[in-house]
Structures are given as C-alpha cells and as structure tokens.
C-alpha cells in the first residue's frame, strides 16, 4: 500500500496527447483507494493512454518530484490556461489598489473601485476563466493591496459556484477588495511587522474591521451587505472570531466568503517570514483543522472550485 503522505495531487489538465513526463504518475479514484501507477516517466502519451490516466479521478506524483512537476506546471499554464492579456489586466488592477489604499477617504475611490470590480465580475463570469488561470499569475511576494485583490477574485469565484447574481457577485467583490481597507488606519510598522504579532500588536490588528466600516461609509458605501462583508470577514461560526463574536448564521454571507478566501490566500502566498502552503495541503488544513471555524457549505463549494478545474 502506498504512503499517500509522499505524494502531492496534480491538475490533470497537464495530462495531453504526444507530451513526456519525467516523472511517474499514480491514480485513484477516492481518497479511500490505494494508489496505482498509471503512467511510467519518459513514456509518450498516446491518445489511448492519455484517456486512461484521465478516467482516474485524482492524480498524484512523487514529492520527491516536486519542483520538477512544479517547474512544467508553471510553463505548461502561461502556455495554455491564462487568457490573453488576464496577466497585464491584474497587474492594472493591482496598481489602481495601491492608489485606493494610498487615499482611501478619497471619494472618487469609490467609483474606480465599482468599475474594477464590475471589469473582474465580467472576466470571472466568462467561461474560459478559471481560478487555476489567476493562480498561475499570482505574484510571489506577499502585500497587503495584492492580498485584497486576490481575496477579490478568489471571493468572485466562490460566488459564482454557489450561484450568486451578478450584481451580487458586485457587491460582494466590492466588500472583498475593501476588507483590508481599515489597515491603512494602524501603524504600517505593525502591519509590515515580519513574525508574529505580540499580544498588544495584535489587539491594535484586530481594529482594522471596524476603521474599514467607517472608511467604506466615508466613501459613500450605505449597502449593508457591503458593509457586513467589510466588518465580519474575520467573523468564526464557533463564536471565536472578532470583532462581535458571532456564530453561525448570525455571519453574514458575504463575511463568511470573504473570510474563507482571506486566509486561504495568505496560507498559499508566500511572505518574507513563512513559506507559501500548497493549495492541495491548505484547502485539506482549511477542510479538517478549520471545520469549528469556517461554514462548510461554503468550505465545500470552495474546494469544488479547485476540483472542477
């Protein structure tokens, strides 16, 4: 029987006519099964064989091939999955956020910040957008302006699986972008502090909800759907969370997205202080050790998203 612990799940889009691997490649059908080997390093993938790794449900290699697999992953998406031009388009976005937080009581703020979330609304409602194509452009290094944009699309795309309307889906981007917003009223020594934060930096942290709720109103914002996604996001349905101490239903929708793909995002980006977590080990970390914490229904539709692509 293998040990499943030295294997890491792969996307099987991968997986195409005529290419060659370096690296085996082991299915199964449940987590249940036991692994088999479906596919032996420096084959050529014929079309019968391509369609007989694909009929296995999930795919996995060795960890010991990692970075190899990584390394073909990353060439193989910038050549297939992104979109033309989605990599500039988030590179635009991300600067326009930096300007929003760099005066967040301006107001026109508000109408630049509806117009990029109704842009990202209509990319991410296409059909050829995928979450693995906003993935493979992810920068690197970890800030806070491009940590809020991508908790914007990761929190559009969940919105999407559980069928929200598009003007749902706007509002819901516009409270995603803007749930950070609050940090901009903290000390930046705390919020760029490298390591954890003391008990005190940390009380300091636990503010930016409420600063954010009162930005957003200086802005103009008076939906509160809006509102409450700003101000519960760190919300937990085990009464854990700040800054009211809500449970269950008492947490808005909205704030239960967003605060899903908050720290879904800053487990998988990688920071000056911590390496990134994969994307397979966070969402089994998110399903398992945060189900006192997070909604499963939303923890579901959420893995369903990384599923299906």
Do not use: W
């Not at 979109?83 to 107001?107: R, V």
């Not at 901009?184 to 709720?213: A, C, R, W």
Request: hydrophobic fraction near 35%; include cysteine.
């Amino acid at each position: 029987m293998y040990d499943v612990n030295k294997y890491f799940l792969i996307d099987k889009s991968i997986v195409k006519n005529n290419d060659t691997f370096i690296f085996d490649i082991y299915g199964k059908n449940s987590f249940e099964d036991e692994l088999i080997q479906v596919y032996e390093k420096a084959q050529t993938l014929t079309e019968k064989l391509s369609k007989t790794i694909l009929s296995y449900k999930y795919l996995y290699v060795e960890n010991t091939h990692r970075d190899i697999y990584d390394e073909y992953y990353k060439n193989s998406k910038q050549q297939t999955i992104i979109p033309k031009n989605t990599k500039k388009f988030y590179e635009d976005i991300a600067l326009k956020i930096d300007k929003l937080f760099e005066n967040p009581e301006k107001l026109e703020n508000l109408e630049q910040t509806k117009e990029i979330v109704s842009n990202m609304v209509s990319i991410v409602l296409e059909e050829s957008f995928t979450v693995s194509s906003f993935i493979s452009i992810l920068e690197y290094e970890y800030y806070n302006h491009t940590h809020s944009l991508n908790v914007c699309v990761y929190s559009l795309c969940l919105g999407k699986q559980l069928n929200l309307t598009k003007s749902s889906l706007e509002e819901l981007g516009i409270a995603a972008i803007l749930h950070d917003i609050g940090k901009t009223k903290i000390d930046q020594s705390i919020i760029n502090k490298d390591g954890k934060l003391n008990e005190v930096e940390f009380k300091e942290v636990m503010k930016h909800p409420f600063y954010g709720t009162l930005l957003a109103k200086k802005l103009g914002i008076n939906n509160i759907k809006i509102l409450e996604g700003i101000k519960y996001h760190h919300e937990k349905i085990d009464g854990t969370g700040y800054p009211d101490g809500l449970f269950e239903n008492q947490i808005p929708l909205y704030a239960k997205i967003i605060g899903t793909c908050d720290i879904f995002d800053a487990l998988t980006t990688k920071k000056t202080y911590k390496e990134s977590v994969s994307t397979f080990d966070t969402l089994i970390m998110m399903k398992k050790e945060m189900s006192k914490q997070l909604d499963s229904k939303i923890i579901n539709s959420f893995i369903e998203i990384f599923r299906n692509k």
